[in-house]
């Protein structure tokens, strides 16, 4: 396939002020006519050819200026339309295409979601309803008239404001027409028409602006967009008071479906989103459902400025909106909850997702320099890591400087197409700093490393601290790397001067670089990157003694937390690395560590369960295979922490027990979605969990007995969890009864098609095979291809990384079965091999063959053709 390269980038030709659309919405049959206000483009070619992109259209008509075209002034496929001397003025250019929503498996372009009309259109779906310019780069004006069956869609939704609607007369159809007055790329194109139920409310701006908001969705479900709508009214409501950004339309709406590619899609004035992401109650969504929620619609209405009011000049530029939109729903979100627990969240699922994926075959910057197909760069590497960017630039300038230099970006950029240059640019001008060596965190791949080691002069009172960094692509300028630190003595913070640490932060810009801290009356223990103050790995050399004085004293939640994690690590890797096996003795070291976690509970659990979950969780199977980094064996891995966890189990039985009726009493009824409440959640489930791993037995009763009272999913999803890792027919009874009870619930089957999936036994491949067949899994629904076999991929590292291959297979079957019906989706599916050279020698000769005659099958689409050919290089 074409490689496209940010060096090749050129401005277009042409330019396309004014679409007039006209859309006349048939299940198999859907005309679109495009009338485009065309012209040259003075910084483009002057008489180059006009080439319009398209996918998979039938051209029916085509006229330039009210004049049918000559048969050879232009040459149409289906995937381009080119006019060869196209007028040096500008022109008006309809064209009529013939699209068949129905067929469309891959959800790009317009498509049915059980029989409701979508539209997905970034990255380059809009050229699957019209031959465009399709590139972010051309910003137009967008006027849209729907025409459907009455009775198939009586909702008629467009971008921008409403304007005249009615019906036609003589017929059973109608029509309604939609104004956007802000320049738009054709990425943020929408409509949906379908049977659907509207919950709404107002919002007025900060400017006076009266704003109708609603969420729509499948008819019966309103009252589960409650929630959802909420959020949107926060969100709003924020970006005035947080960052000034008020809206600018007279209706805001959110639109659910159940077959949809990602999580959902910020075009203009009309979000689409996957059903996931909207739909929540207590019996059907769980506490991690509703802060999803809260997050996506938050991420998605931030869009609005992030994205496009100002919008991004190339692909290349996308962080420049998902890293500073990721950034901003982060920001939101640690408002609306506890601020140290969603860091850490953030944290876990960067070090999950984007450090495996910056440590293996797939591993990019996060502003790439070439691609082959762009949906695959919708990755963690620009969302994640793109967010934990901005939150350096912060960092480095401050909160004030930092908000002038935003508040300069959109104002300089509103209604254009701008560059990562011209972001970094803002906060340049703002604050005064030259940012053009921080520039290096867009354009190296790796995580840097950052090496730490300290020496405490007793006499001289003195603590002197040398940090050395280090990329994976070894050559280059050095990162400029905020280090945010502090030190931590036997009892309590150690206040200490060093000049080079203003306000708790240094700034490591030298490859290697040493601090001096005087007037250290004790041994400390330094604590690093505080609240992960850059997306690093940090190497120590602390004993566990020391790293567990940072649990008790450290002023930052960050690395407290990190401390038992990190000690954790320690004991997994130990265990794993020596092969032991699961009867052997959990040791010393262990002990400590659940007498630190003990003393803790004690003191803190109960006033902040939601923390105290997350200090009791281990790092995940996937975190310890990544800190092994190569020769790994996942069985051994799963048995470490097994045993650790059996372990914790036994050492804190009694108070897990204690804690569990002393939350339970608090949380009382009804069941409330927020924050504190969930929190409590967290830790009466993850210490029935320990306890489980404990005493399954003792376990299963106290599982079934929550399953069974269970008042909301959270509970009852956490016990099946439980019951699941339980061989025996009480979890065969209750993996049964809950699949009955939720059958006609597809967002609550998908829970339960992915716990299935990541049962860590040799049965699981059997188990899925089974559920391949069941009447609710189908190919063409996103979120349950995900739910099985996703889940299986990316979170059952034992039977995925079989020693016999039959992970692998399963994996690579669905992937070629799915690359027919929608190779976004099989591509996405086919990034869980992204570690498959770290495995042991037997596992990855599997792994490879497997990948290699995948390689060799004909017809292959571009987008797992990419991904494979990336993964095996
Ligand atoms: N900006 C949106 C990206 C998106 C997308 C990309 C490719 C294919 C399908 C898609 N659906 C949504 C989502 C976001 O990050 O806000
Ligand atoms: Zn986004």
């Known amino acids: 396939p074409q490689t496209i390269r940010l060096e090749d980038y050129r401005p277009s030709d042409h330019l396309i002020d004014r679409v007039d659309l006209d859309l006349r919405l048939s299940p198999h049959d859907t005309r679109v006519t495009a009338t485009l206000a065309i012209r040259p483009n003075p910084a483009g070619e002057a008489g180059a050819p006009l080439v319009l992109d398209g996918d998979e259209l039938i051209l029916l008509g085509l006229e330039c200026d009210g004049q049918a075209l000559p048969a050879d002034a232009f040459a149409a496929t289906p995937s381009g339309l080119t006019l060869h001397r196209p007028p040096r003025r500008p022109f008006t250019l309809r064209i009529e295409t013939q699209i068949d929503p129905t067929a469309n498996t891959k959800l790009m372009g317009l498509y049915r979601s059980n029989g409701v009309y979508c539209t997905q259109c970034e990255a380059d779906g809009f050229r699957r309803i019209t031959y465009f310019l399709d590139r972010p780069d051309v910003l137009s004006v967008y006027t849209t008239r729907i025409e459907a069956g009455r009775d198939e869609a009586p909702v008629l939704l467009g971008n921008g404001n409403p304007g005249a609607c009615g019906v036609i007369a003589d017929t059973d159809r109608h029509y309604a027409v939609w104004h956007d007055p802000h320049p738009k790329p054709a990425y943020l194109f929408a409509l949906v028409g379908g049977r659907l139920d509207r919950v709404a409310t107002r919002f007025t701006t900060m400017e006076g602006r009266d704003v109708a908001v609603a969420v729509y969705v499948e008819p019966g479900k309103g009252p589960r967009a409650d929630y959802a709508l909420d959020a949107v009214v926060r969100s709003m409501g924020w970006d005035e008071t947080a960052c000034g950004r008020p809206y600018d339309l007279d209706v805001f709406n959110v639109v659910a479906v159940s077959d949809f590619n990602m999580g959902a899609m910020e075009n203009k004035g009309l979000n689409i989103f996957n059903d996931k992401y909207v739909l929540a109650d207590p019996e059907t969504a769980t506490d991690t459902d509703y802060a999803n929620i809260e997050a996506v619609i938050a991420h998605e209405y931030f869009h609005n400025w992030s994205g496009n009011r100002v919008t991004c000049r190339d692909w290349f530029q996308l962080c420049l909106k998902e890293g500073l939109t990721v950034f901003r729903d982060q920001e939101f979100s640690s408002d609306m909850r506890s601020r140290a627990v969603h860091r850490i969240g953030e944290v876990r699922t960067l070090r999950a997702r984007q450090f495996s994926e910056d440590a293996g075959p797939l591993a990019h910057p996060v502003r790439p320099r070439a691609y082959a197909e762009i949906n695959n760069f919708y990755t963690a590497t620009v969302y994640e890591k793109g967010a934990e960017i901005v939150r350096m630039i912060r960092t480095l300038l401050g909160p004030a400087a930092f908000r002038a230099g935003m508040d ?20 340049a001008a703002e604050s005064g700093r030259d940012l053009s060596a921080f520039a290096g965190w867009y354009e190296r791949p790796g995580t840097p490393r950052v090496t730490a080691a300290g020496i405490y002069d007793a006499d001289a009172r003195r603590y002197t601290l040398s940090l050395r960094q280090s990329l994976p692509s070894g050559d280059g300028a050095p990162l400029v790397i905020p280090v945010a630190l502090g030190l931590v003595g036997a009892s309590g913070p150690i206040e200490a001067a060093c000049p080079r640490v203003p306000d708790g932060v240094f700034v490591l810009e030298a490859t290697s670089d040493t601090l001096t801290f005087e007037g250290v009356a004790e041994p400390p223990v330094p604590s690093l990157f505080r609240g992960f103050s850059a997306p690093v790995r940090v190497e120590m050399n602390l004993g566990d003694a020391e790293r567990l004085t940072l649990l008790r004293h450290d002023t930052d939640p ?17 265990r794993a690395g020596a092969r032991l096996v699961e009867a052997d003795e959990a040791g010393p070291a262990a002990e400590a560590y659940a007498a630190a976690l003990g003393a803790f509970l004690d003191a803190e659990a109960l006033a902040d369960p939601a923390f105290a979950a997350l200090v009791l969780a281990l790092p995940s199977e996937g975190e310890a295979a990544n800190e092994i980094g190569r020769d790994v064996d996942p069985d051994a891995v799963h048995r470490a922490r097994q045993t650790l966890r059996r372990h914790l189990g036994r050492s804190l039985r009694g108070r897990l027990e204690s804690l569990r009726e002393a939350l339970a009493q608090a949380a009382g009824a009804p069941f409330s979605p927020d924050a504190a409440s969930a929190g409590r959640r967290a830790l009466i489930n993850t210490a029935l969990d320990l306890i489980a791993m404990a005493d399954p037995e003792a376990g299963t009763r106290a599982a079934e007995a929550q399953l069974s009272a269970a008042s909301n999913m959270t509970d009852r999803l956490a016990a099946l969890a439980i019951l699941a890792q339980i061989p025996g027919k009480a979890r065969e009874t209750a993996l049964a009864a809950f699949g009955e009870r939720y059958a006609d619930e597809p967002l609550v089957l998908d829970k339960w098609f992915a716990l299935q999936a990541t049962i860590p036994e040799a049965g699981t491949l ?13 190919m063409t629904n996103p979120n349950r291809v995900r739910a099985l076999i996703g889940s299986f991929g990316l979170g059952n590292p034992t039977q995925f990384a079989r020693a016999d291959g039959a992970g692998f297979a399963l994996l690579a079957e669905t992937v070629e079965a799915l690359d027919r019906v929608n190779p976004q989706i099989a591509a996405k599916l086919l990034t869980t091999f992204g570690s498959w050279r770290m495995l042991e020698p037997a596992r990855s000769s599997k792994a490879g063959e497997i990948l290699s005659r995948m390689q060799a099958r004909p017809s292959l689409s571009r987008d797992v053709a990419d991904i494979l050919a990336r993964t095996l290089a």
Do not use: K
């Not at 960050?558 to 130990?574: E, G, P, T, Y």
């Open 558 to 574: 960050f690395n407290r937390w990190q401390a038992a994690q990190s000690v954790a690590m320690r004991l997994i890797l130990d």
């Open 766 to 778: 059997d188990r899925i095979a089974r559920l391949r067949s069941h009447p609710a899994f189908a």
């Open 408 to 427: 300069r970006y959109f104002a300089e950029n509103d209604g254009r197409a701008a560059t990562v240059e011209d972001f970094l640019a803002a906060f």
